[in-house]
């Protein structure tokens, strides 16, 4: 799997958006600040997150983005399939693939089909609300008094 700039700033929107879900909406600006993205850049990566339905905007002086549904809803392999395209590491493991005539003798597309099924198994898995919930074990964590 091959993560692009795109996917890593994709993925750390959505996060930056579950952390504030229901709480306050999120303005461009203040999301290219904490996740360090370009603006600009953010931006193109915010409308295809809105046309994926991931998220939702508003326009106006009290404008910005939120999630369009729970975080518990959207998984990392949502976002990074629909930014980045499929997991598979190479075409031939898609059911019914049929470009090349070893596909039905070929050693190595078991191992490719174990590899994006491992990857696939992870990133399903693994919703924005367990991450939400990481970020606040380890603030707890670091939250500490004398």
């Known amino acids: 799997m091959k993560v692009t700039y795109k996917g890593d700033y994709a993925l750390k929107a959505v996060l930056d958006l579950a952390l ?11 999301l290219a600040s904490r996740i360090d993205a370009p603006i600009k850049f953010l931006e ?10 991931f998220v939702l ?12 549904r729970p975080p518990a809803k959207i998984s990392v392999g949502d976002i990074l399939r629909y930014i980045d395209g ?6 031939c493991v898609k059911e019914g ?4 005539g070893d ?4 050693l190595f597309r078991n ?4 590899v994006a099924k491992a990857e696939s198994d992870i990133v399903d898995n693994e919703t924005f609300e367990d991450l939400v919930n990481e970020v606040n074990r380890d603030r ?3 939250a500490y008094s004398i």
């Open 57 to 68: 905007s508003k326009r106006g002086n009290i404008g910005g983005y939120l999630l369009s």
């Open 111 to 114: 191992i490719w089909k174990k």
């Open 86 to 91: 499929p997991l598979e590491p190479i075409a």
């Open 97 to 100: 693939y049929s470009d090349c």
């Open 103 to 106: 596909v039905k003798k070929c």
């Open 20 to 30: 504030n879900y229901e709480k306050e909406l999120v303005t461009s600006n203040q």
């Open 140 to 142: 707890q964590v670091l």
């Open 44 to 53: 193109q990566v915010l409308l295809d997150l809105r046309k994926g339905g």
